[in-house]
């Protein structure tokens, strides 16, 4: 089965510009969520979703969105970039039978190779 | 707030040395606990997970973890470590009503000198 997989893996972008980073889950998972990395910071929480819904949200600011498909792609947005939204972007998926089943509670996140992002 | 902390952010050891990697959570309700590894040039792999059950946990590469519930512990060990077990390591704890957020620890870099 393949796994995650994110595109494009590296991206140079200005200031002031936008981007879209996309996932694509590992088949059959239904629960997309993203993190930032970087080196002072560390993995930080963005958002998840779960059946085309925001399901959870870390603190963020508004520039950082997201969207899941029916097919459970994701994507996630980040407008007006700035120098510190340079950051390695990591998509993580789930398979999560969701609340009335098991619940999202004993899940596994399997992660992908991530988007590595550049800001001048 | 839920936070997760990392004892060691560097950790030198030499080949066949055995390997204690210190993580502390704070959350009061029932977590899910996960050590991550990252090899260089390489994505966030699964280690080993503690869902529930016997606090022992077995992964992969011999790594084990315990999970000792009184301490908010949840550390990392391997008895022999290898050159390639060179990467770095992340703790991540998932709160129970938290869906999948994780919450991770900061890292630590384990480098194996042969």
């Known amino acids: 089965k393949a796994g995650v997989t994110q595109t494009p893996r590296y991206l140079i972008k200005t200031r002031g510009q936008q981007v879209t980073l996309s996932c694509s889950p590992i088949?059959?998972?239904?629960?997309v969520s993203w993190y930032q990395q970087t080196p002072g910071q560390g993995l930080q929480f963005l958002f998840e979703?779960?059946?085309?819904?925001q399901r959870n949200k870390g603190n963020f600011p508004g520039r950082f969105s997201g969207r899941q498909f029916s097919n459970s792609r994701s994507e996630m947005n980040v407008s007006t970039l700035e120098l510190g939204d340079s950051a390695l972007y990591l998509c993580?998926?789930?398979?999560?039978w969701g609340q009335g089943h098991r619940g999202s509670y004993q899940e596994t996140q399997y992660f992908g190779p991530g988007t590595r992002l550049l800001v001048l | 707030a839920q936070s997760v902390s990392q004892h060691n952010h560097h950790v030198i050891l030499s080949e066949a040395a055995s390997l204690e990697l210190g993580c502390n959570y704070s959350?009061?309700?029932?977590?899910?606990l996960f050590w991550y590894v990252q090899y260089p040039g390489q994505h966030l792999q699964l280690l080993l997970k503690?869902?529930?059950?016997?606090?022992l946990v077995k992964g992969i590469k011999g790594f084990e973890a315990e999970f000792i519930k009184s301490k908010f512990s949840f550390n990392l060990r391997k008895p022999s470590v290898q050159w390639s077990d060179t990467a770095e390591y992340f703790c991540?704890?998932?709160?129970?009503?938290?869906?999948?957020?994780?919450?991770f620890g900061a890292g630590t870099r384990l480098a194996v000198h042969p």
């Open positions: 993580a998926s789930s398979l999560d």
């Open positions: 503690y869902f529930s059950g016997d606090p």
């Open positions: 088949s059959g998972h239904r629960s």
């Open positions: 959350y009061g309700g029932t977590v899910n």
């Open positions: 991540a704890v998932k709160a129970s009503g938290g869906y999948n957020k994780l919450i």
């Open positions: 979703y779960f059946s085309e819904t």
